[in-house]
């Protein structure tokens, strides 16, 4: 039997109602620019710039922490961008062809690199529930967590980064990483592993 939703029930619909709609409207002006960049338009080029390049720089930051190379990255995946425009087909959304680009261009600089990249901290902080206190600086913290993840790869980085910085699902980032959902989720398990069992320790040791 059908039961008439509650008033908690109700704003929470139309909350996510709202939501995909303002998502759905957000698709489909970034399917307008492209479709306008294909036929090299410089205005909807620098509107397309102008809402991806904050994105594009999180996203980088978190790779490389090196500004040099987000700076080259962002360029060069702004360049294909404009070169490729007319070959987007919309079988996924415009984020995900742009940060695929991306991440194939950053995993090429990243690969030159002499120093591993370094990680940021305050995502693994919520996600184990531990705070740092008075005994263990947050900047000791992530010194430990930086050093205990030189050896797990930017895969595993960037399906950390791309879930909880950019809010995509696992669907949409096995398009950008051009690999199996499982392969996604199999990383994030060892990325989240990895740091809760070094945070354990660390924290039975004050």
């Not at 720089?57 to 978190?62: G, H, I, M, P």
């Not at 940060?99 to 600089?109: G, T």
């Not at 980085?157 to 995509?168: I, P, Q, W």
């Not at 199999?186 to 354990?200: P, Q, V, Y």
């Amino acid at each position: 039997m059908w039961h008439k939703p509650d008033g908690d029930q109700q704003h929470q619909l139309e909350t996510d109602r709202q939501a995909a709609s303002a998502a759905g409207h957000a698709e489909l002006r970034d399917v307008q620019l492209v479709s306008r960049i294909a036929e090299r338009d410089l205005r909807a080029f620098d509107a397309l710039y102008r809402q991806f390049f904050p994105r594009l720089v999180r996203f980088l930051d978190r790779m490389t922490k090196n500004t040099a190379v987000i700076e080259e990255v962002i360029n060069d995946t702004l360049f294909v961008v404009w070169e490729k425009a007319h070959t987007y087909n919309q079988t996924c959304k415009v984020s995900t062809w742009i940060f695929s680009i991306a991440y194939r261009k950053a995993l090429k600089s990243i690969h030159k690199m002499d120093e591993p990249a370094d990680f940021d901290f305050d995502l693994f902080a919520a996600e184990t529930g531990e705070q740092p206190d008075s005994q263990l600086s947050q900047r000791q913290l992530q010194h430990c967590v930086s050093q205990a993840l030189d050896a797990i790869s930017p895969d595993q980085r960037t399906v950390v980064n791309l879930t909880y910085y950019h809010g995509m699902d696992y669907q949409e980032i096995a398009q950008i990483m051009d690999c199996p959902v499982n392969t996604v989720k199999t990383r994030m398990f060892h990325a989240r592993g990895r740091l809760k069992n070094l945070l354990s320790k660390v924290m039975e040791s004050l």
